[in-house]
């Protein structure tokens, strides 16, 4: 059975209590500050505590994590069974996601008898290896990492009792697939299968829940093309990359922000981007998969606490993070696709709090950046800064009789006027002036 749900079928008026939560966990998120459940959190839940398997499509920001860890966490602490191994596996695209994951697990066992650790590379592979062997009870894992374990002679899964897959599309592009589905075949058969999305429309999310989830529900909250009410949405148009980063500058230094995040398609032109931010006194810091996990914890701590509030980073940033009071994102390079359009302003505007996403397009972007609207079904809004403003404003869209203004006439238009060039042939310059004899004709036999 499918739903297909909407923030109209939710509870402006709810609350965790509805849900009848371990105590544990209800006086965990109350200290934590949560109060109202969000619209997936008020699907999801009583659905996960039924033990349904279930295909979740939400936005990002959305409150996805709680909503499959609180009820996770309360069928673990209200059937205890400390000596069954890992009983719930969180499988993750990136360490900074799983990263996130493991604090909010800790902050909401603290105090319990349950345990819950965190396996990605980078890390001390034996260390990884004694949490499969002591029975922590919760593990969140990267594939490549975890599957890495799983080939040595153990079965730390065989008592498994829920497999949750969160950013299954954002997984799915990075070639985890096969990971995922021979990591499902160490699994306990008889588990909880489920799979949070921020979208639907990867055609590998549903041919996996099919795979894993065999009978599954949908509870799908949102579509691709759903307005951004909190989130204005601009684009500036630029010269070259120069102009770009004079732009960028002049936007970080005179827009108000707490925190911003500028996105990059590529490491280089993020570590290129950071020294000439600082040589201006901006608190500047950068983010890319080429750093080592020490660095990249560094500097994610750096910015979750406010040291530094201009994070650059490539797209290992754009799905997952969830970090206070960012309300500025600019994408100094167009997103390859609008799917990674959406994640990257996903950052900002979420749980309903307000932000400004704004886009720097040159000439060679701008059919991306088109397709991008068309896609979205969007007009996004055009800005332009008065100090800055470049030569290139746009392709000439006016038409007059059919025809471009300004475009380049074909070779056909330009010789439309002139006379048709007759061809003269050397032999027949030598035959002027002389009498042709006419060639007679031989009847046919």
């Known amino acids: 059975m499918t739903h297909t749900l909407s923030t109209e079928q939710t509870s402006t008026h709810a609350d965790f209590a509805m849900f009848h939560l371990h105590p544990h966990l209800a006086s965990a998120i109350a200290n934590a500050g949560f109060h109202t459940p969000t619209p997936v959190q008020q699907h999801a839940i009583p659905a996960i505590l039924e033990r349904q398997n279930l295909l979740v499509s939400a936005k990002t920001g959305s409150g996805k994590t709680l909503a499959f860890l609180l009820p996770t966490l309360h ?55 004694t949490l499969l062997r002591r029975n922590t009870t919760v593990i969140i894992a990267t594939p490549g990492r975890l599957l890495e374990l799983l080939t040595l002679d153990f079965a730390p899964f065989d008592n498994l009792e829920t497999l949750i897959l969160d950013e299954a599309d954002r997984m799915l592009d990075m070639g985890f ?28 999310v549903l041919k996996m829940a099919d795979k894993l989830l065999k009978r599954f ?77 020490k660095e990249r914890l560094r500097v994610m701590k750096l910015f979750r606490d406010g040291v530094v509030n201009i994070l650059i980073a490539t797209d290992l940033a754009a799905r997952g993070l969830d970090i206070k009071n960012i309300n500025l994102v600019i994408n100094f390079e167009v997103p390859r696709n609008g799917i ?58 006016l038409k007059t009789s059919g025809k471009t203004i300004g475009a380049k006439k074909s070779k056909i238009d330009t010789k439309k006027d002139k006379a048709p060039k007759v061809k003269v042939r050397h032999r027949d310059k030598k035959n002027i002036g002389k009498r042709r004899t006419p060639t007679a004709k031989v009847p046919a036999v």
Not at 75 to 97: D, F, H, M, S, W
Not at 347 to 368: M, P, Y
Not at 387 to 395: D, E, I, N, R, T
């Open 340 to 397: 990674t359009y959406l994640h990257r302003i996903g950052r900002t505007g979420r749980s309903d709090a307000t932000g400004l996403t704004i886009t720097l397009v040159k000439h060679t972007e701008w059919n991306l950046m088109a397709s991008i609207e068309r896609f979205l079904r969007q007009n996004f809004i055009r800005r332009s800064i008065d100090s800055l403003v470049g030569k290139f404003q746009g392709p000439k869209k």
């Open 217 to 293: 529900e949908l509870i799908a909250l949102n579509t691709l093309r759903d307005e951004l009410p909190h989130i204005a949405q601009q684009i500036v148009l630029t010269d070259d990359t120069t102009h770009k980063q004079n732009v960028l500058a002049w936007l970080l230094e005179n827009e108000t922000y707490s925190k911003a995040i500028v996105f990059s398609n590529s490491r280089v032109q993020a570590s290129a981007l950071c020294d000439p931010l600082r040589a201006r006194g901006l608190r500047a810091i950068v983010l890319h998969g080429e750093m080592d996990q």
């Open 75 to 129: 069928q673990l602490l209200v059937k205890a069974n400390y000596y069954a191994g890992t009983r719930a596996l969180i499988l993750v695209p990136t360490r900074e996601l799983g990263q996130q994951i493991y604090v909010q697990c800790q902050q909401l066992l603290d105090g319990s008898p349950l345990k819950a650790g965190l396996i990605t590379g980078g890390e001390d592979f034996k260390k990884q290896q």
């Open 177 to 204: 697939s096969d990971d995922v589905l021979t990591i499902a075949k160490y699994c306990n058969e008889a588990r909880q299968s489920l799979l949070f999305s921020a979208t639907l429309t990867h055609a590998g």
